[in-house]
């Protein structure tokens, strides 16, 4: 079974900051990892994905993330946080061997300080 | 171009109610699913289809049943809704079932059940 642990719930950052968000997964095969942003009462757009082409994934926004398999770690990163970044952030596993389910991460909300 | 949408965005049923929430997508997708959201849990998957005329069971199904009869629609039902269905329900859609494959959200339905 596949899991997502993300290890903030809420971060708190200045603008202009870097921004940090800790996500690690669990998956028995090769995985097929995201990002997904939900800014306030809206859906769900996706910030980046793991292609397994390389580690280092960047994403829209200035987001990217980095792959490191020997610590089942898919850590968010933004060197310089920006008001407009404040919403909630998802960390997603997928199981694309049976059916594309996903499967998330309990959400970090970021809340960017003027 | 509009991708997923769902219909009714928002909604209030009475305890016993049902209701149907629907679905649409306009991108020829083959998988089609249904989560909920409540805070802290991310999304968690009720029911998912691989293809028309086909559905099964997520992670959370109790107390909803699902139809897929025209491969662009999935239909999410509530026979007699209960108060801990108070949620926001996000259906999504993926071209087919393969490693990095993107789904695509609506922009959910917040229901409450009083």
């Known amino acids: 079974a596949q899991s997502v642990t993300q290890l903030d719930s809420h971060v708190s950052v200045s603008e202009g900051t870097p921004v940090l968000l800790r996500c690690n997964y669990s998956s028995s095969y090769s995985p097929s990892l995201f990002w997904y942003v939900q800014h306030p009462n809206k859906g769900l757009q996706l910030l980046l994905k793991?292609?397994?082409?390389?580690?280092l994934v960047k994403g829209i926004n200035g987001f990217e993330a980095e792959f490191k398999k020997s610590e089942t770690s898919f850590h968010l990163t933004k060197p310089s946080a920006h008001m407009s970044d404040a919403a909630e952030y998802f960390c997603?596993?997928?199981?694309?061997?049976?059916?594309?389910?996903?499967?998330f991460g309990g959400g970090t909300r970021v809340l960017v300080k003027p | 171009n509009a991708g997923v949408t769902q219909t009714p965005k928002f909604r209030v049923l009475k305890t016993g109610q049902s209701m149907t929430l629907l679905c649409a997508q306009d991108m020829n997708h083959e998988y089609m699913y249904w989560y909920r959201q409540d805070p802290g849990m991310g999304l968690r998957l009720i029911h998912y289809s691989v293809g028309e005329g086909t559905t099964a069971k997520g992670e959370v199904p109790d107390g909803y049943n699902v139809s897929r009869l025209k491969k662009q629609n999935f239909l999410l039902g509530l026979e007699s809704a209960a108060p801990s269905q108070t949620s926001v329900y996000f259906c999504?859609?993926?071209?087919?079932?393969?490693?990095?494959?993107?789904?695509?959200f609506g922009q959910g339905t917040r229901l409450t059940v009083v």
């Open positions: 997603v596993v997928s199981d694309w061997a049976a059916g594309n389910k996903l499967t």
């Open positions: 793991y292609t397994s082409a390389a580690t």
């Open positions: 999504a859609s993926t071209l087919f079932s393969g490693e990095n494959t993107e789904a695509f």
